[in-house]
T-cell receptor
């Protein structure tokens, strides 16, 4: 069955520290992969996407993600976190059909 | 670009009342999605349309829920009659339907059924 797993429910980092949010997928073939961010009271905003080519993808707000086929992973990273990055982050995957499968989300808290 | 527009942003209603949520997708997008988000169940896909035709409604919880897309620029999600367990944030998203199929989300409608 198709699935997207985000093993970390909640992560806390200090402002200025590096960040890595984990995402693993289970699909028959390599899916299209996405990261979204949701600030409190807001809709989901697309951070970045991967479908082929360079396995390191750059997104908005200084985020990047690396696709690793051998690990079925698509982890999101940021070298230096800002207080405004506190939000909920969702990994999603699409394969074939139009609909996306979303992970359960990781809540990021940033402490001063 | 105005993005996906949803109305109302907040809705409070009493149990048993009919609720209609509205969505205007991004112009030129041919796929539209309705999601429900709750603390307990996270983000759930309810139904999606492609070229105004419902493709997959397997996520619609029960017959009290219905969705329509009469044209490419408008969709509704109706709950009749509403129940307290329907309280959630309902998101509409649209996709260009080409390329990688990324979805663009509206701001959501927060529904409270008392």
């Amino acid at each position: 069955a198709q699935s997207v797993t985000q093993p970390d429910i909640h992560i806390t980092v200090s402002e200025g520290a590096s960040l890595e949010l984990r995402c693993n997928y289970s699909y028959g073939a390599t899916p299209y992969l996405f990261w979204y961010v949701q600030s409190p009271g807001q809709g989901l905003q697309l951070l970045l996407k991967y479908f082929s080519g360079d396995t390191l993808v750059q997104g908005i707000k200084g985020f990047e993600a690396e696709f690793k086929r051998s690990q079925s992973s698509f982890n999101l990273r940021k070298p230096s976190v800002h207080w405004s990055d506190a939000a909920e982050y969702f990994c999603a995957a699409r394969s074939g059909a139009n609909n996306l499968f979303f992970g359960t989300g990781t809540r990021l808290t940033v402490i001063p | 670009d105005a993005g996906v527009i949803q109305s109302p942003r907040h809705e409070v209603t009493e149990m048993g009342q009919e609720v209609t949520l509205r969505c205007k997708p991004i112009s030129g997008h041919n796929s539209l999605f309705w999601y429900r988000q709750t603390m307990m169940r996270g983000l759930e896909l309810l139904i999606y349309f492609n070229n105004n035709v419902p493709i997959d409604d397997s996520g619609m919880p029960e017959d009290r829920f219905s969705a329509k897309m009469p044209n490419a620029s408008f969709s509704t999600l109706k709950i009749q009659p509403s129940e307290p367990r329907d309280s959630a944030v309902y998101f509409c998203a649209s996709s260009p339907g080409t390329g990688v199929g990324e979805q663009y989300f509206g701001p959501g409608t927060r529904l409270t059924v008392t």
